[in-house]
């Protein structure tokens, strides 16, 4: 099984997926953006692009991966990874549904101020002019499609562990 942590930039997804893997046995973390890293270091480079989720091959690529860990490691893959273009998710999950792999898909969502007060206020990665200008799309993809098509958890209120607990219990249920 797959639980997917979707939302955009400062909903938590890193941090909550490493307290998920602790609350479920058997899971391990499966960040995605290392395939996109692994298409960037690529010399001489793809085509230019803003967001390695444009190259064709990345979408495939984190399909066949996560079937390969999931064949070999079993067990459950928590991955936390940003997908707001819908046909890019639609690609993915079908992808997964072809080798009867089941996805929990989970949105971590907060609110346009709160998540532009934690990407400017963020001690680890600093503040991202990058990550801000995944706002917008975010919360067009959550009016449009996005929150339809997964468990939305309102992160606004709630810290990382009490997200996790969320998810947690809702995969239980």
Known sequence: MIVWLNGTHGAGKTTTSALVQQLIPDSRVFDAEKVGETLMDITPGLPETDNFQHWPPWRPLVVETARRVLDYAGGTLVMPMTI?????????????????????????????????????????????????????????AARTWLHKEAEVIDTTHLTPTQAARQVAESLRS
């Open 84 to 140: 707001l273009v819908e046909t890019y998710w639609r690609e993915i999950s079908a992808g997964l549904a072809q080798h009867e792999i089941p996805v929990r898909h989970f949105v971590l969502h907060a609110d346009q101020d709160t998540l532009r007060g934690r990407i400017e206020g963020d001690t680890v990665m600093g503040p991202s002019a990058f990550r801000l200008a995944y706002l917008e799309p975010y919360a067009e």
